[in-house]
Nanobody
Framework: VQLQASGGGLVQAGGSLRLSCAAS????????MGWHRQAPGKQRELVAV???????NYADSVKGRFTISRDYNKNRGDLQVNSLKPEDTAVYYC??????????????WGQGTQVTVSS
């Protein structure tokens, strides 16, 4: 199983990006898919997560600005990030809890995509 993140870039404050995460491999089901971020000198933090049930959680710092979604048929998730602030600058990682064809459940991480917001 692999996760591939894309969509990062350099934007001005107030701008938008759409981050994407594609899962591939021997996937039976994706229990949850989410995004974390890590800014220089800081710990990795949860940004948003969406569960199979449709339940969604956001970090307080991104509520109202970020929107997480999933395409259940394509094993793909997106994070729409709007009204970006310089403090959103970080490497964004997608992750997913996946059950594979051998019925093993594990957490997987993508390689990270850089988001840089200039003031």
């Amino acid at each position: 199983v692999q996760l591939q993140a894309s969509g990062g870039g350099l934007v001005q404050a107030g701008g938008s990006l759409r981050l994407s995460c594609a899962a591939s491999g021997s996937i039976l089901s994706i229990v949850a898919m989410g995004w974390h971020r890590q800014a220089p000198g800081k710990q990795r933090e949860l940004v948003a997560v969406i569960f199979n049930s449709g339940s969604i959680n956001y970090a307080d710092s991104v509520k109202g600005r970020f929107t997480i979604s999933r395409d259940y048929n394509k094993n793909r998730g997106d994070l729409q990030v709007n009204s970006l602030k310089p403090e959103d600058t970080a490497v964004y990682y997608c992750n997913a809890r996946i059950t594979d064809w051998s019925n093993r459940r594990d957490d997987y991480w993508g390689q990270g995509t850089q988001v840089t917001v200039s003031s």
